[in-house]
């Protein structure tokens, strides 16, 4: 019935058998045919066909529920043609500031480098931005519980493995952590909204610990810049983390203990065809995640 459906749809949007045909390229009495079979098979009147054509009270419940599906169509073919499954256009994508600055930049240097007709528009921001309305095409955040729409797919790009860090300066009036509960003697900056920290011993023995502190901060780079600067204890990627501790600045804390795993999702808009262009670009950042994260497990759309 895919093709009595469809001649209802643009019947109800032009209330003309003759309209509709034209725009169809059919005689008149073939889609007038076609909407007696539709309304044989559901048992029921859709349109009212005299003084004019006007859709009956079910013709209009079924419309609301038909047309939305066909938009999809049409809107997947216009991308579809427009493309020509070519990556140009732009690109509209919104991350935090690490993960612009980390995953982000290098995936728009590649694209650039590799000659893409592709513009790009960038938002650093941790505030979920409106892709059901088309502000962007691509959000990405460390942070699944943050974004609950059922407008949005979502595909988890990496693991992110995590640790406490603290300067060595830090520790020069008294003993490091040695235990969860020692958390309470020093300061700790933590991510706005965070309150508390689940450690985990070698058992697997949970240990959920208060926090306080002077910082509470959204940027990663800042807690750790001031992790380094000696005034607190913070979660970091051990990638970050371990380079600091490299370097000298950082040393782990608690190290016989283990955090929640991080991870990294992007975030598309579920009834729009991604335009090749953003597809290539989360490919890259995908890329880039996995480069930073190599012992992490593979993706997994979720």
């Known amino acids: 019935m895919w093709n009595e459906y469809y001649v209802f749809v643009i019947v109800a949007e032009t209330l003309s058998f003759g309209r509709a045909a034209k725009r169809l390229g059919q005689q ?21 066909r005299a003084p004019k054509v006007q859709l009956t009270e079910a013709g209009e419940r079924l419309y609301v529920q038909v047309a939305r599906h066909f938009d999809s169509i049409r809107e997947a073919e216009r991308a579809l043609m427009a493309d020509n499954g070519r990556a140009s256009g732009t690109v509209r994508a919104a991350a ?9 930049n290098p995936a728009i240097a590649r694209m650039i480098d590799e000659g893409f007709d592709v513009q790009f528009e960038i938002e650093a921001t941790a505030r979920v931005p409106n892709l059901v309305e088309g502000h962007v095409d691509l959000f990405v955040s460390h942070h699944r ?18 640790a406490l860090y603290a300067s060595p300066a830090l520790f020069r009036t008294g003993h490091a952590p040695r235990t969860p509960d020692d958390l309470l003697d020093w300061p700790c900056l933590t991510r706005l909204g965070e309150n508390s920290w689940t450690l985990f011993d070698e058992h697997g023995a949970p240990s959920r610990m208060t926090l306080n502190g002077p910082l509470a901060s959204t940027p990663a780079e800042t807690r750790l810049d001031m992790a380094v600067r000696g005034y607190g204890i ?4 051990m990638r970050m983390g371990d380079a600091g501790v490299a370097r000298g600045k950082l040393v782990r804390v608690l190290p016989g203990h283990r955090l929640h795993d991080g991870a990294l999702y992007a975030y598309l808009l579920a009834r729009r065809l991604v335009p090749r262009a953003v597809e290539v670009f989360l490919r890259y950042v995908t890329d880039e995640a996995l480069r930073q994260h190599p012992d992490d497990p593979a993706p997994a759309d979720r």
């Open 234 to 237: 913070t979660v970091a990627s």
């Open 28 to 48: 008149a009495s073939s889609v007038s045919r076609a909407v007696s079979r539709l309304e044989e098979h559901l048992a029921l009147r859709l349109f009212d």
């Open 96 to 104: 935090p500031l690490e993960v612009v600055r980390h995953m982000f």
């Open 145 to 162: 519980d943050e974004v609950s729409s059922h407008s949005l797919v979502t595909r988890r790009l990496c693991t992110i493995r995590q």
